[in-house]
């Protein structure tokens, strides 16, 4: 609540703004685009979407200008006003994860929402309205990013980072292969502290364990197999999500952990 539409519109911007940098933190691609006031009513609104074809809202959006609307606003007109005249406009479908909605006095009205103004008369609040749908953000962030076969999170709501695969359980790599990990575990976890995972299960193999892994969705993952103990010990480390895999040095390896984690 606001004491006049100046305030409000004010406080609607900020919150605007915290929402921009919440979505850029879960590093998902988003769109924010005006939206349909509807029922909720209002005299501005807009959306915040994960491009998806699954999605069930269909919006306009420009490349060059960042601005779009969700056609439900008149879905008979495909046009967009943009800032510039080199727009490539494009149609596409959403899962609306967030909505911001300046209401005014439509709510505040009906219940007596007032405050004591400056001449001590009462005065009607201005109202907005503001969501994002925590658990929709999960399953929206999960139907973007997956392969038909393994989940993929971004980095920031991954259930860890990090998983660290060991040799298996009565190996020959075994005894050099832990001294290895537990080596490599605690300078990992000052890069990521508190999320990394060791899958220590003894009677699973390592291609399982891998397989497991990639289906879970963890953003890195170590193996420490059979190189780990030739003369000049390597690791293998996988990013799922880059479809990468490279063999490093334990050092080597800390070193683009650290970049990688920094980007």
Same mark, same amino acid.
């Given at each position: 609540?606001?004491?006049?539409?100046?305030?409000?519109?004010?406080?609607?911007?900020?919150?605007?703004?915290?929402?921009?940098?919440?979505?850029?933190?879960?590093?998902?691609?988003?769109?924010?685009?005006?939206?349909?006031?509807?029922?909720?009513?209002?005299?501005?609104?807009?959306?915040?979407?994960?491009?998806?074809?699954?999605?069930?809202?269909?919006?306009?959006?420009?490349? #060059?200008?960042?601005?779009?609307?969700?056609?439900?606003?008149?879905?008979?007109? *495909?046009?967009?006003?943009?800032?510039?005249?080199?727009?490539? =406009?494009?149609?596409?479908?959403? =899962?609306?994860?967030?909505?911001?909605?300046?209401?005014?006095?439509?709510?505040?009205?009906?219940? #007596?929402?007032?405050?004591?103004?400056? #001449?001590?008369?009462?005065?009607?609040?201005?109202?907005?309205?503001?969501?994002?749908?925590?658990?929709?953000?999960?399953?929206?962030?999960?139907?973007?990013?997956?392969?038909?076969?393994?989940?993929?999170?971004?980095?920031?709501?991954?259930?860890?980072?990090?998983?660290?695969?060991?040799?298996?359980?009565?190996?020959?790599?075994?005894?050099?292969?832990?001294?290895?990990?537990?080596?490599?575990?605690?300078?990992? *976890?000052?890069?990521?502290?508190?999320? +990394?995972?060791?899958?220590?299960?003894?009677?699973?193999?390592?291609?399982?364990?891998?397989?497991?892994?990639?289906?879970?969705?963890?953003?890195?993952? =170590?193996?420490?197999? #059979?190189?780990?103990?030739?003369?000049?010990?390597?690791?293998?480390?996988?990013?799922?999500?880059?479809?990468?895999? +490279?063999?490093?040095?334990?050092?080597?390896?800390?070193?683009?952990?650290? *970049?990688?984690?920094?980007?």
């Amino acid at each position: 609540f606001d004491k006049d539409t100046q305030s409000a519109k004010l406080t609607y911007d900020q919150i605007s703004l915290a929402y921009e940098k919440i979505f850029n933190r879960i590093g998902v691609p988003y769109l924010r685009v005006e939206g349909d006031t509807g029922m909720m009513g209002g005299s501005s609104s807009h959306e915040y979407h994960f491009p998806a074809g699954i999605g069930q809202d269909s919006v306009l959006w420009c490349k #060059k200008c960042s601005k779009g609307r969700n056609l439900e606003i008149d879905s008979e007109d *495909n046009t967009l006003s943009c800032d510039r005249s080199d727009c490539e =406009i494009e149609e596409t479908k959403g =899962i609306e994860v967030g909505h911001t909605f300046l209401l005014g006095q439509k709510y505040s009205k009906v219940f #007596k929402a007032n405050y004591l103004g400056e #001449k001590g008369k009462p005065e009607i609040l201005e109202m907005g309205c503001y969501g994002i749908g925590v658990s929709r953000v999960l399953a929206a962030a999960a139907e973007v990013l997956s392969t038909e076969t393994e989940l993929r999170w971004p980095k920031s709501i991954a259930p860890f980072s990090v998983c660290i695969i060991p040799p298996k359980s009565g190996s020959k790599e075994e005894p050099a292969g832990l001294a290895l990990m537990e080596e490599l575990y605690s300078k990992l *976890n000052s890069i990521f502290p508190d999320d +990394i995972i060791i899958d220590d299960r003894e009677k699973m193999t390592i291609g399982r364990k891998l397989y497991v892994s990639r289906r879970t969705g963890y953003s890195i993952i =170590i193996v420490i197999g #059979k190189k780990s103990v030739s003369p000049e010990p390597t690791i293998e480390i996988e990013i799922p999500s880059e479809e990468r895999k +490279i063999d490093l040095t334990p050092d080597q390896a800390l070193a683009f952990l650290h *970049n990688f984690n920094s980007s």
